[in-house]
């Protein structure tokens, strides 16, 4: 297990960490989210120890990560923008690799690259954004790892290479029980995957909770008052925000199912429905309680 605590990183000025504190469990997916400048890359390094926390500590089973080479072993840090050698070869970091974790897997690197098309004898410098990414997809799943960050790593892959990755990961979870860590943006590729979800914002953690559990306590609710009720009304529900177009109010709540549907029976509406909110909804809601309101990025 990863363990965080307190994890604090400041460059300069600069507060991209503040007093973050999370647990990543064994062979679940867990899902980084946050706005842009939250500091997911900023934590996923310093869970890799290529950063040194100004506070708190990183720690997998109980060691410290920080310029610890048998824990560093335990995990590959796929980052945005991955590092090859100047005229480097897939062969040529899979020789790299193989020096640096103990357990490579040759054949399965060498598979992987013809699978997804790549060729290895071939100059990486000439590769696509999306042909680097499925490289580093191979080098990542082939160190064979108990922990795989990946920091961005959908973007740059179409939707079917997409979905290959999603395959090879879920396998590695079933066969050897890999734990990844996902940072993304792309909330709909997290959502079909993720099995805990922490959402970052301006360098503090919102929350760190699992996803169906997330789910199951956060609504959006549309109804139609009866006459003479107003908003007033609504106000023993947990509203995290209202809106209206007419007669018709579309709220997203807080409370279980049957917490929402007992309050809403109570008023007596002319009609009401429940409906569940994406991964994506969920994060708006939430980073506009924090006060990042997307109107007043339009508007």
Same mark, same amino acid.
């Given at each position: ?9 400041? +460059?300069?000025?600069? @507060? ?5 504190? =999370?647990?990543?469990?064994?062979? #679940?997916?867990?899902? %980084? ?14 869970l890799s120890g290529i950063l040194k926390p100004d506070e708190g500590t990183v720690t997998i089973d109980g060691e410290s990560v920080f310029e610890n080479e048998n824990v560093k072993k335990?995990?590959?840090y796929i980052s945005d923008d991955q590092y090859y050698f100047n005229n480097a070869t897939p062969r040529d970091m899979m020789e790299f690799y193989s020096k640096v974790y103990p357990e490579f897997d040759r054949k399965r690197f060498e598979s992987l690259i013809g699978n997804f ?9 000439? +590769?696509?954004?999306? @042909? ?5 997809? =191979?080098?990542?799943?082939?160190? #064979?790892?108990?922990? %795989? ?151």
């Amino acid at each position: 297990m990863i363990k965080a605590e307190n994890l604090t990183k400041q +460059f300069d000025n600069i @507060m991209a960490l503040d007093h973050v504190s =999370a647990e990543i469990k064994d062979g #679940n997916v867990f899902g %980084l989210i946050g706005t842009n400048g939250a500091g997911k890359s900023t934590f996923l390094r310093l869970l890799s120890g290529i950063l040194k926390p100004d506070e708190g500590t990183v720690t997998i089973d109980g060691e410290s990560v920080f310029e610890n080479e048998n824990v560093k072993k335990r995990f590959f840090y796929i980052s945005d923008d991955q590092y090859y050698f100047n005229n480097a070869t897939p062969r040529d970091m899979m020789e790299f690799y193989s020096k640096v974790y103990p357990e490579f897997d040759r054949k399965r690197f060498e598979s992987l690259i013809g699978n997804f098309g790549l060729e290895m004898r071939r100059k990486v410098h000439t +590769f696509s954004k999306g @042909m680097k990414k499925q490289l580093s997809v =191979a080098c990542g799943i082939s160190a #064979n790892t108990d922990y %795989l960050f990946c920091d961005e790593t959908f973007d740059g892959l179409d939707p079917v290479m997409r979905q290959a990755v999603k395959s090879i990961f879920a396998n590695d979870m079933a066969e050897r029980n890999l734990t990844p860590i996902i940072a993304s943006h792309n909330l709909r590729e997290l959502e079909d995957i993720c099995d805990h979800v922490g959402l970052l914002h301006r360098g503090g953690i919102l929350l760190s909770k699992d996803l169906d559990d997330l789910k199951l306590n956060i609504h959006k609710v549309q109804c139609v008052l009866k006459d003479g009720m107003t908003e007033a009304d609504l106000v023993s529900l947990d509203r995290i925000k209202t809106e209206t177009r007419g007669k018709l109010y579309t709220m997203t709540v807080r409370g279980t199912r049957e917490e929402v549907v007992g309050m809403m029976e109570s008023f007596q509406p002319v009609f009401y429905e429940i409906i569940p909110l994406s991964l994506e909804e969920i994060f708006i809601s939430e980073t506009e309680v924090a006060g990042y309101d997307i109107k007043k990025l339009i508007f």
